[in-house]
């Protein structure tokens, strides 16, 4: 198959581009190591955590309540790898990442574009069954499954979550195919705002249909992949035939969206949106005669014009205050500790892809920096201002926000000094490899090291946190050693 063979290509450039930064960093050797040891090590504190929340005191919990944290946690799991490929399908592929030597092969041009797709659905694959594992794990063991029983259950689980990115490819794709109609040759702005526009309306309508549906107990929500997943387990448990019933309806849906999302990407056409248009936010903003200022507010019009972005960002925030705001409604705040910890990693987490991106902009501009007579120390004083303080700033108020509509107190301070770490991480990141827009994929290679970095920064603050003096007292170290690595590293672009 073409798409396949074109998918391998993309691997096997990234694993050139891996091998080519090991010449230039050789203890970037370790990372595969670190990457399978953290993995491994997450999953199994992560396993230990859940158990811990949900069987206090060594107490089991009762078989319908065992069934319903089973649904309910099938349904979340779902929403959750949908929303992970919705943020990242267009972003990582769709937007700049995207292989322009591959659009020469004598191939249709649904076929390279779904061969660029599959090397990024089969990461998010990977890792949302890493995170999201664990709490199945303890659920299926709770309810005492044999051992080919509970085979059955995480292979089922795998295409569940396969299920939920099939469907968020299928649904931005539908939109995507419905802005060019409607856009036409229209400007990058115009293009990503009706993009954005498509998808709030679309996620709005189909809350609001099956909100309905719940209401008025036409049994919509019954039908959601979820529900299927947690009626095939509690079918399975009871020993009756029906468990094949629900688990059949799984796999036929996820072969009809299959068809499906092959169907729509024949439409695919050549154009591409006229970048010559549109407006620019903060255009009355005056620059300043102290450089530092000056620097501050180009980057600060520079992250105002990333619409791109700043839709995902505000896609994030949506999508997490709704989760809150779901539990609180549900009276569902046991979960509100696992609640707070998605909040703590997945805001930052998402705000940090300005930081990433931010040093490879600059690229073009170093002639005119090294001109103007920027030094060193001021290029990197402004950079810190916005990704070390205002951006954290703002993920830590959105982090109170969708806490206080929730109802749920904090239960740490360190939130900001942990968010100016993730920040700090994807800056450094980008600045040691700069993002480069010639290159096929550095984009989305940039991103999954600093999910990569980050999440062997947060493990080993977690396994550190025991024996800290005093909390916060190893973020603070790494935050000091990581602003004295910013100066050195601006080297590599600015002259004095």
Known sequence: MDSWKIGKVIVLTWKNRFLEMIKDYPLLAIVPLLIIFGAGFGMYRLYGLVEDQLFAGGANL???RTYEYTSNYAQFSYFLALFGVVTLWQWGVRGKAGKRLLETLPVRKSTWTIGQLLPVLLIMWLFALLGLMPMLLVLANNLQFPVYEKIG????????????ILAALLWQQLIHLLTKRWAGRGSETHHLALHQILFFLSAILAGGLFYFSAQQEWGLDSLLPGALFG?????????????????????????????AILLLFRFESEWRPDETEGSLPLRF???????????????????????????????????????????????LLVYGPV???VISYGLP???????????GRDQGLWPYLNASGIRKWEYAVSKAAVHLVLLPLVTFGLYRLCLFLTGISPSTGTFFLNAQILFLTAYLIGTVLPMNRSNPGSQLMNMLLFYFAAGAVSLAGMLGQPYEPFPGAYAGLYLAAGLMLLIPLETKGVKR
Do not use: W
């Not at 620059?287 to 791109?308: A, H, M, P, V």
């Not at 987490?349 to 040093?359: A, G, K, W």
């Open 62 to 64: 009762d078989l319908g």
């Open 349 to 359: 987490f998402v705000f940090c892809l300005f930081s990433l991106l931010s040093r």
């Open 285 to 331: 903003l005056p620059f300043s005669r102290n450089r530092i200022l000056s620097l501050i507010i180009t980057e600060g019009k520079r992250l105002s014009r990333d619409y791109e972005t700043q839709f995902y960002c505000a896609l994030a925030f949506v999508v997490l205050a709704g989760l809150g705001l779901g539990l609180r409604k549900y009276n």
């Open 339 to 341: 609640y707070e910890a």
């Open 153 to 164: 259950v995480i292979l089922l689980y795998f295409l569940l979550i396969g299920h939920s």
């Open 231 to 259: 009626e095939t387990v509690r079918k399975l448990h009871e020993g009756s035939s029906g468990a094949f019933l629900f688990a059949a309806m799984l796999v036929c849906s996820s072969m009809i969206l299959c068809a």
